[in-house]
């Protein structure tokens, strides 16, 4: 009896530390009940699957691909993880690289230039006990204090460095929603499922594995990626699980000590994954519009404003085309009212237009995207953008010739044909320079001459009117009568008899012009006082 008490007294108190944690109960689906098509599995990944199986290891398709298998849909990206280290994977691989100090990775490239695929290797991770975890102050960039660690944590529970490996349940454990949990064998067509993910997909749920606030705490990005997945497989009518989506708000101010640079990351694979407008939407709707980083407030912001709006659009259209999208592009429409604003401000000041934007696109950067600034192409793409729309107002010389070689000329070319789309400019000057730049040399010189010739029709009044009034001036003085009684005067000027009511006087009689007479010799040179051939002297 005294033995039994002291048995579950021991199990409610010192058992419970030593238990081993949950990994979640392994389940290998066949395809009968998955129903995969192995025929959406990019063949590249395969390889890197097949040379890691060779060589001895464990590989599995892993991830988003394999939720977009079990939906039908074709990824976009394929992952593998494997229990082989990184340098054991490098080592596999002609063209491999391994990237990131928080999370070490392999980048296996195929291809080369701009049709180059890459496919990212991942090692199967321990699970993560914080209290064995190296405790640093600092952030994921301290990179004295995190050298040589493999395990670390911040104050937090924030992981800032995690590069201990493990068996495949405990990485299965440490990723972050269940239908992101599972392992797709393209050998044995089996689905490794350790945490119910099948069923979670059917059920359209998305929900965290473990407890969501513990989650959030090791890494307050997976907010972010809550969001994006929702937005994601909204068409689809999949949710965030109520435990999931409760603490999300409550730990927004976690997201204060992630770097920057992951958090513009991370905002760019909200709005440039092809779901921009579901992502806005999704902030919204989960409480989330302000607070996560100052770039994505003002976007969520003008949301509805229709020059962004258009451009989210843009963006959503290009991405489901296969085109590509350059963060610069959205940025650059995001923040043009903040530059247009500012570039109406100074020349309202009396500053030239072009020194005006100058100085406008200046304050932009220094108030809006100073900690972005640094990232040397994002910044230049975007004053280019900028600073080249006043230039498609002038369609004369050789400026149109010179700007549709500009290498971001297309983007800057868009960048105007939203401006149209939303009323900015006129219609007609973006359908003139999509035609002109797509149109062969013997076209654009007759588009430059259309130009050239309706520039001279609209100035034709303006010079009409001085030919008249020139004329008129000619014939009062030859005439000898004051301007506003020539023929061809404004007829509603009033004549002298109605301004006093007597006729005019006598005219005052023609001054007559003495002619000079040429010097003997005649010439232009000795008319002009210079002898022909002396060079150009003066007579003395």
């Not at 892993?62 to 990184?86: E, Q």
């Not at 050998?187 to 490794?192: A, D, G, I």
């Not at 030859?478 to 509603?492: I, M, N, Q």
């Amino acid at each position: 009896m005294i033995k039994t008490l002291i048995d579950k007294l021991l199990d409610k108190t010192v058992r419970p530390t030593l238990r081993r944690p949950r990994f979640g109960k392994r389940e290998d689906v066949p395809v009968a009940v998955h129903g995969i098509d192995p025929s959406l599995v990019d063949g590249r990944a395969l390889d890197v699957v097949h040379t890691l199986k060779r060589a001895g290891f464990q590989a599995y398709i892993v991830g988003g691909a394999v939720r977009d298998l079990l939906l039908g849909l074709r990824p976009k990206d394929f992952d593998v993880a494997t229990n082989a280290t990184p340098d054991q994977v490098k080592a596999l691989f002609r063209r491999a690289f391994i990237i990131g100090r928080r999370f070490r990775i392999v980048h296996v490239v195929f291809g080369r230039g701009r049709e180059h695929e890459v496919i990212e290797v991942s090692t199967f991770r321990a699970y993560l006990d914080s209290a064995a975890a190296e405790p640093v102050v600092g952030d994921e960039r301290s990179q004295r204090a995190l050298a040589g660690v493999s395990l670390a944590v911040d104050a937090s529970g924030r992981v800032l460095r995690d590069n201990v490996w493990g068996p495949i349940e405990q990485d299965a454990a440490r990723r972050d929603f269940t239908i992101n949990a599972m392992y797709y064998d393209p050998e044995t067509e089996t689905v490794v499922d350790f945490h119910q993910g099948i069923r979670d997909a059917r059920k359209r749920l998305l929900r965290m594995i473990g407890d969501p606030s513990t989650r959030y705490r090791e890494d307050p990005v997976r907010i972010i990626r809550a969001v994006r997945f929702a937005a994601k497989l909204s068409a689809l009518g999949f949710k965030l699980d109520d435990k999931t989506r409760a603490p999300m708000v409550a730990h927004l101010p976690l997201l204060a000590d992630v770097p920057p640079s992951r958090l513009f990351d991370e905002m760019l694979k909200l709005l440039q994954t092809g779901h921009a407008i579901a992502s806005v939407e999704a902030l919204k709707a989960n409480g989330l519009a302000r607070g996560i980083y100052p770039l994505l407030d003002v976007v969520v912001e003008r949301g509805e404003d229709p020059f962004v709006r258009a451009a989210l659009q843009d963006t959503d259209r290009r991405v489901a085309e296969g085109k590509p999208v350059a963060p610069s592009f959205l940025l650059a429409c995001v923040l043009w009212q903040d530059v247009r604003t500012a570039w109406q401000r100074r020349l309202g000041e009396g500053v030239a237009p072009f020194p005006a934007l100058v100085e406008a696109v200046d304050t932009v950067f220094e108030s809006r995207i100073g900690d972005i600034s640094g990232r040397g192409k994002l910044g230049a793409d975007l004053r280019e953008i900028w600073m080249m729309q006043p230039r498609f107002d002038k369609r004369s010389g050789q400026s149109p010739f010179t700007l549709v070689e500009q290498p971001r000329f297309r983007a800057g070319f868009d960048f105007l044909r939203l401006r149209a789309q939303v009323g900015e400019v006129e219609e007609e000057l973006a359908h003139w320079w999509e035609t002109f730049s797509l149109a062969g040399e013997a076209v654009r010189r007759d588009m430059m001459e259309a130009i050239r010739l309706e520039q001279q029709r609209a100035k034709a009044p303006g010079k009409a009117a001085r030919s008249r009034r020139q004329r008129a001036s000619d014939t009062a003085g030859d005439e000898g009568l004051p301007p506003a009684r020539c023929a061809v005067s404004d007829p509603a000027m009033p004549s002298p008899e109605d301004l006093s009511g007597e006729p005019p006087g006598p005219a005052a009689p023609r001054k007559r012009r003495r002619r000079r007479r040429k010097p003997a010799g005649g010439g232009a040179g000795a008319e002009d006082g210079v002898r022909p051939s002396d060079g150009g002297t003066p007579d003395a």
